[in-house]
C-alpha cells in the first residue's frame, strides 16, 4: 500500500477565495486522483491526474474552478478557486496500487466555506 | 447509467451482533468491486473482489461477490463498537482506459455497547 499525506487537514475559508490542497505520495505512481466527498454524501471523482499531461476531468468539473498540478510522479495539488459555501466538502486525493483497482486514499482536507 | 446502491443506508446493532451489508451494481465492462471502512475522513481499503462465489475474509470481515446477480455483501460477525463507521463499496469498469471507479452512497453502521 501507499502512504499518502494532504495539507492542509482543514480549513475554514471566506466565500470568493481560492485553496490549494497539496498531496505527496511515497512512492511514485503514474495516476493520482481526486475527490470530493459533500455532507452526508459518497465520493464523486473530480479528476485524474497524470504526470507530464493535462488533468482529466469528470462530467461537471471544470478546469477552472478546480486547477491541478502534477509536477512528478509523486505530488499532486488541487485548487478550489473562487470558493462558495457549496464547496464545503472533504477533499480527498488517492492513488492505485500497481497494476490492481485497488485505491488508497489520503487522509483528506475538510473545507468549510462561510 | 453506471451505478451503485447500497443497503440499508444506516444500521444500529448491539454489539455481539453479526451485520450484512449489501451492494448492487451496474457498470459497463465491470472488472472489481471494492469495498472501504470510512471511520472519519479517509477511506481504508478492506476488499477487492473479482471472481464470483470466492470469499474473501480478514478477521471478523468477509465478503463475497455474485458477479450473475450484480452484488456482493460484506458479512461482520460478532461487532464491535471499534465497526462502527461507513461502509462504501465501489465498481471499476467503463468503457474508456481510465477505469472509472463508481462508489454507492455508503452504509452508516453504529455498533452500540
Known amino acids: 500500500s501507499a502512504v499518502i499525506s494532504q495539507k492542509p487537514s482543514r480549513d475554514i475559508c471566506q466565500r470568493g477565495t481560492s485553496l490549494t490542497i497539496q498531496c505527496q505520495v511515497d512512492?511514485?505512481?503514474?495516476?493520482m486522483f481526486w475527490y470530493r466527498q459533500q455532507p452526508g454524501q459518497s465520493l464523486t471523482l473530480i479528476a485524474t491526474a497524470n504526470q507530464g499531461s493535462e488533468a482529466t476531468y469528470e462530467s461537471g468539473f471544470v478546469i477552472d474552478k478546480f486547477p491541478i498540478s502534477r509536477p512528478n510522479l509523486t505530488f499532486s495539488t488541487l485548487t478550489v478557486s473562487n470558493m462558495s459555501p457549496e464547496d464545503s466538502s472533504i477533499y480527498l486525493c488517492?492513488?492505485?496500487?500497481?497494476?490492481?483497482?485497488?485505491?488508497?486514499f489520503g487522509p483528506g482536507t475538510r473545507l468549510t466555506v462561510l | 447509467e453506471d451505478k451503485v446502491v447500497q443497503s440499508p443506508l444506516s444500521l444500529v446493532v448491539h454489539e455481539g451482533d453479526t451485520v450484512t451489508l449489501n451492494c448492487s451494481y451496474e457498470?459497463?465492462?465491470?472488472?472489481?468491486l471494492l469495498w472501504y471502512k470510512q471511520e472519519k475522513k479517509a477511506p481504508t481499503f478492506l476488499f477487492m473482489l473479482t471472481s464470483s462465489g470466492i470469499e474473501k475474509k480478514s478477521g471478523r470481515l468477509s465478503s463475497i461477490l455474485d458477479k450473475k446477480e450484480l452484488f456482493s455483501i460484506l458479512n461482520i460477525t460478532a461487532t464491535q463498537t471499534g465497526d462502527s463507521a461507513v461502509y462504501l463499496c465501489a465498481v471499476t469498469g467503463g468503457d474508456d482506459m481510465r477505469n472509472k471507479v463508481i462508489f454507492g452512497p455508503g452504509t452508516s453502521l453504529s455498533v452500540i455497547p
Open positions: 488517492s492513488v492505485r496500487a500497481g497494476g490492481t483497482d485497488t485505491q488508497y
Open positions: 512512492s511514485q505512481v503514474t495516476m
Open positions: 457498470v459497463t465492462n465491470f472488472r472489481s
